[in-house]
């Protein structure tokens, strides 16, 4: 049987890329690091790294021990957790969302928090890609995707739907094609997509986004409908991150004649049990969107 200690120090190798942030993230010497890999190569008599000065890259035996040893570990961690005490109130919980959802989440879950103050939840804002990496990695429990990921370590629930809304400067009550020509695009990084989206359904004229000039960009989803504010252009957002803006009241929230909605999609490793903390927060997420 293999040494899940050698596996381990594998795989986060493998995951780290590097022998010396390995050793200090497992607490070993660098040369116990290459120790571990030895005796994993003897025991399986096959090479699985080949070392080219301070890197390395992964054997094909390699690579299949990474892929299948991750699953390997993530299960005897889910089986440590099954006959130990797993209380609901108690313990970390990594979630990752975009950062619409996420203003309307973490507040929320903050809120769970000051209550059980023994829960500690870690809240990440990413793009899907990265989340979708990150719970394939089981490096977070849970993540909220607004695409259906293409891992196969990964299983999928539909989670709510999310309304795209056209937002204005406050002055803006009716968003005719010609004032938002006038006013140039506030662009995001799902910006064009969801304008795209929006357009195509509501605006006979609409061909494509560079028919607007673009007044402005920011990857920051608290001050994406600032410049908006100033009266410096228009942006399209889901609805909980237009409400989520400080200043509403200089803003002019647009729900159009043809409603779009973005699904959002609840993703968690398929190898990995659900832990009664996890449960509580999820528990808690679909009460809040219900």
Same mark, same amino acid.
């Given at each position: 049987m293999i040494n899940p200690v050698w596996l381990k120090t594998f795989?986060? $190798?493998?995951?780290i890329g590097h022998f010396t942030r390995t050793a200090e993230k497992l607490h070993m010497t660098q040369s116990g690091v290459s120790q571990h890999i030895q005796k994993l190569e003897e025991y399986l008599k096959q090479k699985l790294i080949i070392r080219e000065a301070k890197q390395f890259t992964l054997t094909p035996s390699g690579e299949q021990l990474f892929q299948r040893g991750q699953i390997v570990l993530v299960e005897l961690d889910n089986l440590?957790?099954?006959? !130990?005490?797993?209380?609901?109130?108690?313990?970390?919980?990594?979630?990752?969302?975009?950062?619409?959802?996420?203003?309307q989440l973490y507040p929320h879950l903050?809120?769970?928090?000051?209550?059980?103050?023994?829960?500690m939840i870690n809240y990440r804002f990413a793009p899907n890609e990265d989340i979708e990496q990150a719970v394939s990695a089981a490096k977070a429990d !849970?993540?909220? *995707?607004?695409?259906v990921p293409k891992s196969t370590e990964v299983k999928t629930a539909v989670l709510t739907k999310e309304p795209l809304v056209l *937002?204005?400067?406050?002055?803006?009550?009716?968003?005719?094609?010609?004032?938002?020509?006038?006013?140039?695009?506030?662009?995001?990084p799902d910006g064009f997509m969801h304008a795209q989206k929006l357009f195509k359904e509501n605006y006979p004229?609409?061909?494509?986004?560079?028919?607007?000039?673009?007044?402005?960009?920011?990857?920051?989803?608290?001050? !994406?409908?600032?410049?908006?504010?100033?009266?410096?252009?228009?942006? *399209?957002?889901p609805l909980n991150a237009a409400?989520?803006?400080? @200043?509403?009241?200089?803003i002019h929230i647009h729900r159009l004649a043809?409603?779009? *909605?973005?699904?959002?999609? $609840?993703?968690? @490793?398929?190898?990995?049990?659900?832990?009664?903390?996890?449960?509580?927060?999820? @528990?808690?997420?679909?009460?809040?969107?219900?």
């Open positions: 795989c986060t $190798l493998v995951e440590a957790g099954q006959v !130990i005490d797993d209380p609901p109130f108690e313990g970390e919980v990594n979630i990752m969302s975009p950062g619409s959802i996420g203003l903050l809120s769970l928090q000051q209550s059980h103050r023994k829960l !849970i993540g909220i *995707v607004t695409e *937002v204005t400067p406050r002055d803006i009550i009716e968003p005719s094609w010609d004032a938002l020509q006038n006013l140039g695009f506030i662009n995001h004229e609409f061909q494509y986004m560079q028919q607007f000039s673009q007044s402005g960009f920011s990857n920051q989803i608290g001050l !994406i409908l600032e410049p908006v504010s100033r009266g410096l252009g228009f942006s *399209v957002l409400l989520a803006f400080t @200043h509403t009241e200089k043809n409603p779009v *909605v973005q699904t959002l999609f $609840l993703i968690e @490793h398929k190898h990995k049990a659900r832990s009664n903390r996890l449960m509580t927060i999820l @528990h808690s997420i679909n009460s809040m969107l219900t």
